[in-house]
């Protein structure tokens, strides 16, 4: 389990237009992080999660606050604890003029395993990440996607229970990125936690069991991924509803426009040709909505479906950040 | 524990150590040897008609001076890159969170880093051992040349890590010219430290003049120069609390405790946060000022130390009080760097500020006036006290003028490190560095106008500058005491101002209150 309590990072910026200023990149943040979780941290550049996941591994000492992982605090026995924490950081380079397998022999070695397990490992780890065929070569010929597999490699190789990512997704291929999903959700499987970020929302919405949003160094949401977005339908006194229907008119347009409770209505965009559908929101009781349809119905309308479209992890997060979605 | 299974050192071996840029190496070094090895025994102009032994002896000077070079100079800037370049490149982070203890870490990088320079060392011994056995160098002068060659650099290799630990992007360029310098300077003889202290020079490049030199013997030569004689001191009769030791043996014992001050300083930071460097604790701080202090008092000539010899026309001897004076300018250097270490930036107060139970406000402001205090106390009693057991009678000497002396020098250093305190919390991008380039002119002015209109021992030149009290005596004392006591409260004063501007520097990095309502908005909902 990892837990943060009130844990808090001021950074002094250099001085711009010569106005020096202070930043609050983590701000009294607590969290409780269950074991078997993969927790996502989203938010835009500058929200704060590299630090607050820096802060998590020991590399930046809080400003005030506590990180404790697996009940060792951080901060205090760095020792005990790092043996729990395998970290890759957002930008990093390995050592170029060592070969795959030396790489990975130094940290194996490096994170104290029995030195009789360590070869055993290395290439159990090597073909798990699917990179058997450059176990020989040296670090300066792999590509993008291979080294961020081998940085995932050297991070679970001491086989840590916790496992935090620092946008291990950004600048990979979308098949690259296909292929850290899976290797991230088989980790999971395996039982261990693990802590990503990403400013792509995709990217966890997919994959995560819970999220922490944040913000300017606040945590603005936090908790399963479920109920953060249910959370925030409840808060939204409207829903968004899709009405598919044969034709869309300006009439129907007009139509819908005047009713009471609906606004924003729109024609979607097409997604398969040859059916068209409005958008709208929508403020009332489900009755309030049946009475609605039957009245289209009755007017004549051609219509088709009726959706209520469930708010995307996207708009909730739009929503909740002001519009700085990335 | 055992060096060759640390995991860092074999790290630095399979990137460095591969058998190709080996063999480049070593035929590099080998066609070196065989070219200097063949000037010197096949005849030359400068070396024609020398007997074979001789030629042996150039031969090993040589090569030793080669092989020192790239131990002290290769190494330190492989060093100097050891921590920095990891640093640069963003594979630290990883380091820092394996298991490896500080320790291990600290030792890795320390003999890892200059693996290669290793190697060439051990390339260039064959032709040593051939240029030993064809001249008649003494095997044991020649081993512990060895032993102080190598112990040497990885002091001064040490001390590189030290650099290397504490560099910022984009000035590794300007630290290894500052090592060169200190290499150069540390390698030269300075006349006027020696002077006053009998104790022969530091560098590891000594290990040639031992060679050359080539006897245990203490004595020194006798030069004649136009029908004078003189006795020039051998470089390897130093004086231990008046008792004749050889500097070989000192120099051991010098490397060794200097190398158990840095190796920790090191180990005890290379995996901490950067921000948050400490490179000791204040305690270990003070000990390490009393340790310079402890070489410098042990190897002072306390006995009316003389210039002499052939660049000094008259011998001169030193008063008692004279002696306080050289011994307090010389500690003005370590009270320096006692001082830097004891300084503390935003981050480190910052964490106070915000820790469940911050430090006494008190003991904030006024930081670091406390040890400096404490240190001038320590050093400067010790110092008043081996005078007055060694002193001459005869000679000048008061109690008054001594403890006054040091109070103002206390005083004076306090009042300097209060200012580079709060210029080190104000916000800025390198703060430390604009408090000390600050500093640096305000001297430079003060020293300029006061040396134009000849003001340097004026009592009145106290209230900006030291250089009154240095060449302070009783008479002086007695005329202008009021004047002096002024200055003393001056600088006094000066520290209280610079005391209230670290107060203003601190109210600002309190907790604010703003953050925490801030926080409270987002309602509960985060768990
Ligand atoms: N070393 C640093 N010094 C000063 N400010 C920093 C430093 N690192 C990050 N920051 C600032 O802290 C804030 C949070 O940054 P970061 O944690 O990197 O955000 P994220 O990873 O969410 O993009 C930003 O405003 C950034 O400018
Ligand atoms: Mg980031």
């Known amino acids: 389990m990892v837990r943060l309590e009130n844990l808090t990072k001021e950074y002094d910026l250099p001085p711009v237009k010569g106005r020096p200023a202070q930043v609050v990149a983590a701000d009294r943040v607590n969290l409780q992080i269950a074991d078997g979780e993969i927790y996502g941290f989203v938010g835009p550049n500058g929200a704060g999660k590299t630090t607050t996941l820096k802060m998590i591994c020991g590399l930046l000492v809080p400003t005030s606050g506590i990180v404790e992982v697996q009940g060792i605090d951080v901060e205090h026995r760095p020792e005990d604890a790092l043996q729990f924490i395998g970290y890759l950081a957002d930008f990093f380079s390995l050592y170029d003029d060592m070969k795959v397998w030396e790489y990975l022999d130094y940290f194996a070695r490096a994170y104290k395993m029995p030195a009789h397990q360590i070869p055993a490992r290395v290439t159990e780890v090597i073909a798990w990440v699917g990179l058997e065929s450059k176990r020989d070569a040296f670090i300066q010929g792999l590509s993008r996607g291979m080294k961020q597999r081998l940085g995932i490699a050297r991070a679970v190789l001491h086989n840590p229970p916790v496992l935090v990512l620092d946008e291990p997704a950004s600048g990979l291929d979308p098949k690259a990125r296909v292929e850290l999903k899976d290797l991230l959700k088989n980790l ?139 | 524990m055992n060096l060759f299974s640390n995991p860092e050192i074999l790290r630095n071996a399979r990137i460095q150590l591969r058998p190709r840029k080996l063999l480049i190496a070593g035929v590099i070094c080998a066609t070196i040897s065989i070219v200097v090895g063949y000037v010197f025994f096949k005849g030359n102009v400068s070396v024609n008609g020398l007997p074979v032994s001789d030629r042996g002896d150039l031969l090993l000077h040589t090569i030793l001076w080669i092989q020192a070079a790239v131990l002290v100079i290769g190494g330190g800037i492989a060093c100097i890159h050891a921590i920095q370049r990891e640093k640069d490149q963003n594979t630290f982070d990883f380091q820092r969170l394996t298991r490896l203890s500080p320790l291990e870490l600290t030792l890795g990088k320390l003999f890892g880093a200059p693996l290669m320079v290793f190697f060439v060392f051990l390339c260039f011994l064959p032709a040593a051992i051939f240029g030993a056995a064809a001249g008649d160098a003494s095997a044991s002068i020649v081993l512990v040349a060895y032993v102080l060659l190598i112990l ?231 110092m008043i006290l081996i005078i007055q057991w060694q002193r001459d009678p005869s000679l000048e000497w008061s109690l008054a003028v001594a403890g006054f002396r040091l109070v103002y020098f206390a005083f004076w250093l306090i009042c300097d490190f209060l200012f580079l305190q709060w210029m080190n919390l104000r916000r800025s991008a390198h703060p430390l560095l604009m408090g000390v380039l600050f500093l640096g002119v305000y001297y430079a002015c003060a020293i300029i106008v006061v040396g134009a209109l000849h003001l340097g021992s004026n009592p009145f030149t106290a209230i900006f500058l030291p250089t009154p009290l240095f060449g302070l005596n009783t008479a002086a004392w007695s005329a202008h005491q009021a004047v002096l006591i002024g200055a003393l409260i001056a600088q006094i004063a000066a520290g209280i101002v610079f005391m209230l501007f670290q107060r203003r520097a601190l109210a600002e990095l309190r907790p604010r209150p703003s953050s925490i309502s801030a926080s409270a908005q987002p309602s509960g909902v985060a768990s």
């Open chain 1, 188 to 326: 999971n499987r395996d039982g261990k936690t693990i802590l990503i970020s990403s400013h792509v929302l995709s990217d966890l919405e997919e994959i995560c069991t819970s999220v922490a949003i944040m913000e300017k160094g606040h945590l603005l949401r936090s908790g399963k991924l479920a109920a953060v977005m249910e959370q925030s339908t409840e808060t939204a006194a409207k829903r968004r509803i899709r009405i598919r229907v044969a034709e869309v008119s300006d009439q129907l347009m007009e139509w819908l426009s005047a009713r009471d409770g609906v606004t924003e209505a729109h024609p979607s965009a097409k997604i398969i040709p040859g059916s068209s559908s409005v958008d709208f929101l929508f403020s009332g009781s489900d009755s309030a909505l049946a009475a609605l349809v039957k009245e289209l119905v009755v007017a004549g309308a051609p219509v088709c479906a009726v959706e209520g479209s469930a708010e995307s992890f996207e708009q909730i997060y739009a929503r909740l950040s002001g519009g700085e979605v990335m």
């Open chain 2, 152 to 382: 040497g650099a990885i002091v001064y290799n040490s001390f590189a890590l030290v650099m290397s630990l504490f560099l910022r992007r984009g000035t590794v360029t300007w630290a290894i010219l500052f090592f060169l310098v200190f290499v150069g300077y540390s390698s030269s003889s300075n006349v006027f430290l020696a002077a006053y202290v009998a104790l022969g020079s530091i560098s590891p490049f000594v290990a040639i003049d031992l060679v050359k030199q080539n006897s245990w013997s203490l004595a020194s030569e006798t030069i004649s120069i136009g029908g004078r004689t003189f006795h020039p001191p051998n470089p390897f009769h130093d004086v231990f609390f008046g008792a004749p030791v050889h500097h070989a043996l000192v120099l051991f014992i010098l490397y060794v405790t200097i190398l158990a001050w840095l190796i920790p300083a090191v180990a005890r930071n290379i995996k901490r946060d950067p921000t948050n460097y400490e490179l000791y604790t204040p305690g270990q701080a003070l000990g390490f000022l009393c340790y310079l202090n402890f070489i410098l008092f042990a190897f002072f000539v306390w006995r009316t130390p003389q210039m002499s010899g052939p660049f000094v026309a008259r011998p001169q001897s030193f008063t008692p009080l004279d002696i306080q004076s050289l011994l307090l300018s010389t500690n003005i250097l370590l009270f320096f760097i006692f001082g830097f270490v004891l300084l503390r930036n935003r981050n480190q107060i910052r964490r106070y500020l915000h820790g469940g139970d911050p430090a006494p406000t008190a003991r904030l402001e006024t930081w670091p006036a406390p040890y400096l205090f404490l240190g001038a106390l320590i050093v400067g009693v010790a």
